[in-house]
């Protein structure tokens, strides 16, 4: 992309015709295939596509990390030096020095058995063989200090596994930008992140990029952070790239309905919802023995004959200078200004029977009342005793009506998942009490009693691959709970052949195995099974989370028409914010424990009044660039603290952005009393609710 940078510079890396293929029991896989992009100091390129489209493999074979199964052909050159014709011994010279890495999970990346400052004093000390300790300790704490972690002289003593998953990121950011690298690659970085530390190690990023001016390679499937960190974006699909261009006229501009169904299947956190999404139709293309044509033909709705015949060429787009595109259909697009509403037609969404029907008119389903869970904490020897206390869930109000989603978000360890396993336990909570469908939950109940309440409530996990019995057909998993429920024979023919129809599978497929599936089309398969025996309650824990977001779009508009066609009510637990505002009817933000906010999904994305929703949202990455540059981002301060700390006053107060504008009295009442969820107007019932005592 040399039109966005000095005409006279020299690309920091040049990747031409870079094909990588791989030896399988299957066939050869090609894994990426003529890849061809420059990258330049102090600019972001930013790689796109769903899983399987090549990114990480291009961002390994640039750091010569491929296995010797790898059969890898073309040119990646680094300051005009040759790549590719470099041994092991060579490249160990650039990586950590001239080109550093980012790992998707630090956990695997960092070494368990050695500390955070030993590991630093390894990506130094390689690099700078004649460091003294004193200049190493003083560049450990100068690093860590950079990325943000508190205490550092302390912390260069930890060990990985005492470090969050968020500080973890920060301290392999550390040790990339140690050497004042010329190229950082970024491999999903943030991908297993909750959205506030997301944005603290982009922040952290961002400042890195500018201290050391580096060219970053950002490899991600999130099109909501690319559009708030790249400058220039490579569009992948079946490993090749198929689109790219700068940031602002891929988004406003795309050229390739590949591109145009990543950016209408994201759901927006910053707007309230007009329509539904629109899901790519099929799954990615099997990179073996792969057809003639187009990849992306079996997908598009726009492909014709000469699209299934012979395989586009990356072109430039006729009049838009800089954007190339590999499809054969592009020119008529650009012609005629399509977007992807007008290339995916997405069906109207089933009409719901509670459609007008008050939210006070309709039955609860759930009624969770101050329910507490605790864990013991022991420690000792042989003989274990208790030494404290974890609160995972700690007086926790909500219910759930007919007809309607309610959503739990907050910061991973909030206590979400925990409130979900307590409800289906069917039984009277450590504290507090439950009721389902009128229905108060005792310790000992009458058996078939719990045989109904559990025909009547159902759980979708948020990993399908190991909630779904691998050694089991499609058949016996869904026939499973109506065995359970003294389902006929017949019956369970019948229903488990309309549960496939339900969930947009086909019955032949009923044989085959979980591993014989797409993620996608398992999370749809685990969805039939939670349904097989007309649940009234369905509870999802994290059910998309797993996805790329072109197969997201297709289960969560599944999740929407099934809600209205069955009338069943969801309890979705999430930590994405855009999927919750685009689902949900009703929302509650938990804060180790506690519910800090509640009440209808847009008053409280509209209105948020505590300060920890407020930077939950403001956090939310949001698919649009011109509108990531003007957004304010509260950035929390800080770690989560531990369940098992006890607090006087509000858990918040040490992280709350809000306590440095009150007076000293007003902080003391925060330190001292805890808030306790209350009306946000008392003057104006609308049911939103806030535990702060300033909101």
């Known amino acids: 992309m040399n039109d966005t940078a000095n005409e006279n510079e020299q690309p920091v890396i040049s990747v031409r015709d870079l094909t990588v293929s791989f030896a399988s029991e299957a066939g050869t896989v090609h894994a990426v295939r003529g890849m061809n992009f420059d990258l330049y100091r102090g600019r972001t390129l930013g790689i796109v596509g769903e899983s399987g489209s090549g990114k990480s493999v291009t961002s390994m074979a640039i750091m010569g990390l491929l296995d010797k199964n790898a059969k890898v052909t073309g040119s990646i050159t680094y300051h005009g030096d040759e790549l590719l014709t470099k041994s092991d011994l060579e490249m160990s010279k650039i990586r950590g020095r001239g080109i550093a890495m980012v790992f998707q999970d630090p956990l695997s990346a960092l070494t368990p058995v050695f500390s955070i400052g030993d590991q630093i004093k390894e990506a130094l000390v390689t690099h700078n063989p004649k460091m003294t300790e004193q200049q190493i300790h003083d560049r450990s704490i100068e690093l860590m200090n950079l990325v943000g972690i508190p205490d550092p002289e302390e912390r260069l003593k930890s060990f990985p596994h005492e470090f969050s998953g968020g500080m973890r990121q920060r301290v392999m950011i550390a040790m990339a930008i140690a050497n004042d690298p010329d190229v950082i690659i970024a491999d999903e970085p943030t991908t297993a992140l909750d959205v506030t530390i997301q944005a603290q190690v982009l922040e952290v990023l961002r400042k890195a990029q500018r201290e050391t001016g580096a060219a970053v390679i950002f490899i991600t499937h999130d099109l909501g952070v690319i559009a708030g960190i790249a400058d220039d974006i490579v569009v992948m699909y079946a490993g090749r790239p198929v689109e790219k261009s700068d940031v602002d006229t891929i988004f406003a501009k795309p050229a390739m309905p590949y591109t145009m169904g990543l950016l209408g299947a994201v759901p927006r956190s910053d707007r309230e919802r007009a329509s539904r999404l629109v899901p790519i139709p099929g799954s990615p293309m099997n990179l073996v023995n792969m057809p003639k044509g187009c990849p992306f033909s079996p997908r598009c709705p726009l492909a014709t004959d000469v699209c299934r015949q012979s395989e586009p060429a990356m072109q430039p787009v006729p009049g838009r200078e800089g954007q190339f595109v590999a499809c054969h259909r592009a020119a008529e697009i650009v012609s005629k200004g399509l977007t992807f509403r007008d290339v995916y037609t997405v069906g109207e969404a089933v009409k719901s ?111 399908p691959m190991s ?139 509209e209105h948020p009044l505590h300060p920890y929703t407020q930077a939950l949202i403001s956090a939310v990455p949001v698919p649009d660039p011109a509108a990531e540059r003007t957004r304010k981002r509260i950035v929390l301060e800080g770690e989560v603290p531990s369940p098992t700390e006890t607090f006087k006053g509000c858990p918040f107060a040490g992280r709350c952005p809000l306590m440095p504008t009150l007076s000293a009295d007003q902080q003391a009442r925060c330190r001292g009393e805890k808030p306790m969820l209350r009306a946000a107007n008392a003057s104006r019932p609308s049911g939103h609710q806030v535990a702060c005592h300033f909101a």
Do not use: C, W
């Open 467 to 605: 909630s779904l019995d691998p050694r089991l057909p499609i058949y016996d998993i869904l026939a499973e709970p109506m065995k359970v429920q003294h389902y006929s024979k017949e019956q369970i023919r019948e229903r488990i052949a309309e549960l496939m129809r339900l969930v947009e599978l086909n019955p032949d497929q009923v044989d085959r195995f979980p591993t014989q599936f797409s993620g996608g089309q398992r999370q749809r398969i685990a969805i039939a099974r939670a349904l097989a025996v007309n649940p009234k309650l369905v509870l999802l824990d994290e059910p998309v989370s797993a996805l790329d977001v072109s197969i997201q779009a297709g289960v969560i508009n599944l999740l929407e028409d099934l809600q209205n066609k069955l009338g069943v009510a969801y309890l979705f637990v999430a930590h994405n914010l855009s999927v919750v505002r685009h689902i949900s009817s009703q929302v509650a933000v938990m804060y180790l424990g506690r519910i800090v906010e509640s009440g209808e999904t847009e008053d409280v994305f």
């Open 353 to 463: 029977k509670f459609d007008g029907v008050p939210r006070e008119q309709r039955k609860t389903v759930l009624d969770v009342q101050h329910m507490r869970k605790t864990f013991p904490l022991t420690g000792g020897g042989f003989l274990r005793r208790k030494i404290g206390e974890v609160r995972a869930v700690d007086d926790v109000t909500l219910n759930v009506r007919e007809g309607e989603t309610v959503a739990l978000v907050g910061e991973s360890g909030s206590g979400k998942s925990t409130t979900l396993m307590e409800i289906m336990e069917f039984a009277k909570p450590q504290e507090g009490e439950i009721e389902m469908f009128g229905t108060k939950l005792e310790r000992k109940m009458p058996r078939e009693q719990r045989r109904e309440l559990r025909s009547a409530v159902q759980y979708v996990f948020q990993d």
